[in-house]
């Protein structure tokens, strides 16, 4: 009988390490729950290197941006260049700068430039995905500026940001 008893407590032992070990853990990887696309575009009412306009502000529980690019369809080219406004820290970084090439056409694009390329913003880390990205906090921003006045009613700089809430 004492042996009966032993090989039950043996086996409601092995019962419950078999059943610790299937327990599993919640995922705690957490990823942006709300796409966003935002754009902003300089007018020839704008003034040259001293519009600056807001590109993105970091969501309450921060924002990942994965795209931001730029394109004209003026005559002209433009440099525009993009900072980081560190709200907490009020502090503001130029951190890319690349040429929008004229378009020659209203009605046509010029070459557009990819702020987050290797080679014009630098350091950018990647995603599990292979996107580069950038992370804002709670009221960061993105923002633009641009030289080169704009010549033509009508005509702009287009700004395009993509990027997800959390």
């Known amino acids: 009988m004492h042996m009966l ?16 070990h299937a327990v599993t ?14 754009a902003v575009q300089f007018l020839n009412t704008d003034t040259a290197d ?36 560190d709200t907490s820290a009020s502090v503001t970084g130029i951190i890319a700068s690349g040429t929008v090439t004229a378009s020659g056409s209203a ?27 950038v992370f804002l906090e709670n009221g960061d921003k993105l923002q633009a500026k641009f030289s080169t006045s704009i010549s033509t009613s009508g005509e702009t700089i287009t700004i395009i940001a ?3 809430n959390f």
């Open 5 to 20: 008893r032993v090989l039950a407590g043996l086996a409601v032992l092995v019962g419950l390490v078999a059943v610790a």
């Open 25 to 38: 853990t919640p995922n705690s990887s957490v990823t942006p729950q709300t796409p966003k696309f935002f």
């Open 50 to 85: 001293t519009t600056t306009k807001d590109i993105v502000t970091g969501a309450a529980d921060g924002t990942k941006c994965v795209a931001l690019f730029a394109n004209t369809n003026d005559n002209a080219n433009h440099i525009v260049t993009i900072q980081v406004l």
């Open 107 to 133: 009605n046509n694009a010029g070459t557009g430039v990819d702020f987050f390329e290797p080679t014009v913003w630098r350091g950018l880390p990647y995603d599990k995905d292979s996107n580069r990205f």
């Open 162 to 164: 993509i990027c997800g």
